[in-house]
């Protein structure tokens, strides 16, 4: 009988009315209890690893949960992790750069209503994940109103409705409907890869949204307080000002000590190109490093996660050329 190791983190899934408003109080025992399946189905095992509004999760959190995970992949046949829905698509897409190759299904899920509240969506998402997770389909994912996303392509897009994910720029890796549960294998990560577990990690990086009026002065007060790593979200396919506000100048001298900077868009949908105007040209030849059709999430995450690899400018140009988990394509990467 296959085995399923539930980590209870917390979030709204989790959560209780205590006075000041909703916060995380529901043990993982509560939670099997209610919605432990049937008996012959499988096993499930279940830890709380803590009990946080994901607002409160942080770096050092993926590190150790990826950890955990990477013992119980000896152990178990499939992992589903309950966190709240704000910080979920951060976790879910810095998991899949710490768990390369990992040989089970690792799944993310939770809720827009706690789990004892009237209508909530806590008892179907939880479900829908179980069943992921018996799947075997190694992988990190996130599922969430009976879609199956993976983790490194998922953000949330909505703060109110159950149908809070989406899988940006990509393909859903399957759903559940009346057919029961339909995958789409040709977008699942690939079966092949030694599992390679990479905690390390540095959080030294900031993010810069561009903005009519921005100051380039930033750029220097990040590097002289030891940042190591800037994302800059751009205009449109990802341009920058290059006249008044001339932001170009610092990245071509952040650039030049080293410091990686990256350029995406500020649009969620259809990436970004910095081929195809003179302001992304003009930032490639500075020195900006092109994201493609990442998500944020995944973008912020990615950074970190190499920056814990290696400091190396170029090195870090080279990981952001690679696809380690269907997190980019790199249709622009020769222009």
């Keep these: 009988m296959k085995k399923i190791l539930i980590i209870n983190t917390g979030g709204t899934f ?10 995380p109080g529901i043990s993982g025992e509560q939670i099997t209890d209610l919605l432990s399946p049937e008996p012959d189905m499988c096993r499930l095992k279940i830890e709380d690893y803590c009990s946080l509004d994901s607002a409160n999760i942080s770096p050092d959190d993926w590190r150790k949960i990826s950890q955990r995970i990477s013992r119980a992949a000896e152990a178990c046949d499939g992992v589903v992790i309950i966190h709240g829905t704000d910080v979920m698509a951060y976790t879910a897409s810095m998991l899949s750069f710490m768990l390369l190759h ?7 899920t939770g809720s827009q209503l ?3 509240a009237s209508m909530t969506d806590a008892v179907d998402n939880f479900q829908s994940a179980v069943q992921m997770a018996l799947t075997g389909k190694k992988g990190v994912y996130v599922v969430f109103s009976r879609k199956i996303m993976l983790g490194c392509r ?4 909505r703060t109110v409705s159950f149908d809070a994910f989406e899988s940006i720029n990509y393909p859903q890796a399957g ?3 009346a057919k029961g549960l339909q995958l789409n294998e040709s977008v699942l990560p690939g079966q092949e890869g030694s599992f390679s577990l990479c905690p390390v990690y540095s959080d030294k990086i900031a993010v810069l949204k561009v903005f ?3 100051s380039p002065d930033i750029f220097s007060y990040l590097y002289d307080k030891g940042y190591e790593g800037v994302f800059i979200e751009g205009f449109g396919l990802g ?13 071509d001298r952040a650039s030049a000590k080293g410091m990686p900077i990256l350029v995406g868009s500020q649009c969620r949908y259809e990436g970004s190109d910095l081929s195809v105007y003179e302001t ?3 930032v490639k030849a500075c020195g900006g490093i092109p994201v493609y059709d990442m998500t944020q999430e995944a973008t912020v995450t990615k950074l970190m996660w190499c920056l814990g690899q290696t400091k190396d400018r170029g090195e870090i140009q080279r990981f952001f050329q690679t696809n380690f988990v269907n997190e980019v394509t790199l249709t622009c990467k020769n222009k």
């Excluded at 990992?102 to 993310?108: D, G, K």
């Excluded at 998922?154 to 897009?157: D, I, M, R, W």
């Design 212 to 214: 009519p009026g921005i």
């Design 14 to 23: 989790s959560s209780v009315e205590n006075g000041s408003g909703l916060a």
């Design 280 to 282: 992304g040209q003009r």
């Design 114 to 116: 706690p789990l004892f």
């Design 154 to 157: 998922t953000s949330k897009v």
């Design 239 to 251: 341009g920058v000002p290059f006249m008044k506000n001339n932001l170009l100048r610092e990245i």
């Design 175 to 177: 759903e559940f409907n």
């Design 102 to 108: 990992v040989p089970i299904p690792v799944i993310l």
